[in-house]
């Protein structure tokens, strides 16, 4: 992994985003010194979750903290985000149907019952798309002024008998994203920055574990690598599957699923949809031949109506991503992401 | 269970001290709704974890956030404390090997990097002592002023042949405490308050799975009912044992371990040592025919040297507990919590 960066002497808001400065974080500091597991996936794979032996297949666990500012915003709120952010991260590595999920919350106090509720209810039904459901779980309450509002960290555990991983592309692999992009990120943007247009986007945020479940039927060992692409977006997800396989991706931008109201939003703040997070989509490296069943399993799925092919793996220049535009070609750089914090 | 608490229009601080504010929330609120685990322990029995059938035995599974002020106290700081948290909640639910486990930590921008190396090392070592290792995590920061400095949301999973829960008590049983009560929490309390003799105090924080592992080597069946004495102390430990099991317990004051440093605090404070978080310390209920072998199999470990029998389980007073002062008998009353925001 080429991570130059050193990690300053305090941790701003670019180490939580998803991109460069938080792999240099976790390289530096999180996973020296912790055993790695033997046969398995441990935290110095910096994937999606671990994977643990057990049986003829593995544990799979994985967790994630939420603070998305706002709590509710259009599409769904901290609560379904929480458990479709697990869910889905079990299902990239493999685990499709969630054997259970934790969930801690922590709260400002003063904090309204009825907004709990309603967050609540939100879980319960994600959990319900999902075919899981909580455990387990803890509650802290931190005094008025020493959280804003609200924090749910959501773990999950499944079962797989093979795990996918984020780093196995090889040349003349296709890359397919699973719909749109850019859809989650812009939606809470607009919110935050109450534009007016903010009604026509929504989040993407979905379980999307039963359509990773269609495309995984379909592909067999043909789907050699799978990632959600969250912080960071589109761009951060392909720079991490292009830097750990040692591939280069090269993308057909115009072939790039991105809603007409996500690409105005886009255009009015500045901000390109390729970077900013998804909450129900997936990045799927495709052997060539398995290329056409995935997609079409993925076509017929509700969430997997706009799935496209959009890209090719190559060795041309390895570590990176180089985009068509049509008119050319440019090298997609990685968003450091330290403008869009609590994005989720 | 008793919870005629209703939950309050906002969530105050009570609700997250492991009293009876916070049970009435997980009653009222987090529970409804959601599935049972089928021949397992899901999230409505309210134990320290819960437990998924699996093969012959079962995977345990179990969340704790920490927040934790201040983040470092006499013996030990928030990594070790969410470490020991969590390998002990496995513990009292029978899984004294923990598979691994998953943190999520939440940063305040500007937190210093030498101070997260120094908490992040502290995890290594606690790991190291409980014989298991941190094999997934997540990190987001949030900005300036949104969070009071680091919260650090530990998972663990583990698994068990045998799930010992927190409601098997019956008449006749003992209660045994593996060591010293109040250390924990009052050790944070003087450190709060910068009291001069706080060199003498020192949290009890660690991992007791291997402790729990000789209780349980030893005691076999005879080992009904586990619980380690968290927030709410003790007191609230035992209420809940007598609570779920339906049945009394009459503890004897003068058998109940506390250190003489953690007395002289508790009474300068007004807190009773009974009703403080404790770190490293298990309630054991055991049928009468297998005191002798668990006290001797705690004795023997470094961490149960000042095990002691501390009371009876009786049928005279259903759900109460009852303390024998050696003068006479008193109610032991369940605290609320409110006033000891953060003591883990």
Wanted: aromatic share 4%.
């Amino acid at each position: 992994m080429r991570n130059p960066q050193f990690v300053e002497e305090h941790i701003g808001l670019a180490y939580g985003a998803g991109g460069g400065a938080m792999r240099a974080l976790i390289e530096q500091v999180f996973a020296p010194g912790f055993d790695d597991v033997p046969g398995g996936v441990g935290l110095s794979a910096m994937d999606d979750g671990a994977a643990i032996p057990l049986g003829d297949g593995y544990l799979v666990i994985t967790t994630d903290a939420h603070v998305v500012q706002p709590i509710e915003f259009p599409g769904g709120d901290i609560g379904r985000l929480a458990v479709c952010g697990t869910v889905n991260d079990l299902a990239m590595m493999g685990a499709t149907e969630p054997a259970g999920l934790a969930c801690a919350v922590i709260f400002e106090a003063g904090f309204p019952r009825a907004l709990l509720e309603k967050i609540w209810a939100s879980m319960r039904d994600a959990c319900r798309e999902a075919g899981t459901t909580i455990v387990t779980g803890d509650t802290k309450v931190m005094r008025a002024g020493e959280l804003d509002r609200i924090a749910i960290t959501t773990t999950g555990i499944g079962f797989a008998r093979r795990i996918v991983r984020d780093n196995g592309l090889r040349p003349g692999d296709r890359l397919i994203v699973t719909g749109t992009v850019g859809d989650h990120g812009l939606a809470i943007l607009a919110t935050r920055k109450e534009l007016a247009i903010e009604g026509k986007l929504a989040s993407d945020v979905a379980p999307i574990n039963t359509l990773i479940r269609a495309a995984l039927a379909a592909g067999g060992a043909g789907i050699v690598a799978m990632k959600d692409p969250t912080r960071g977006g589109l761009a951060s997800a392909l720079h991490e599957m292009a830097d750990k396989s040692g591939t280069c991706i090269v993308l057909d931008e115009r072939a790039i699923p991105v809603r007409d109201e996500v690409r105005s939003i886009g255009e009015l703040l500045g901000i390109d949809p390729l970077i900013v997070a998804n909450e129900g989509k997936a990045v799927i490296g495709v052997a060539p031949e398995a290329v056409d069943a995935v997609l079409a399993a993925l076509h017929e799925h509700p969430l997997g109506r706009a799935a496209a092919v959009i890209g090719t793996c190559t060795l041309e220049r390895p570590r990176s991503v180089i985009v068509e535009t049509g008119f050319g070609r440019r090298l997609l750089t990685e968003p450091d992401g330290e403008l869009l914090p609590r994005i989720c």
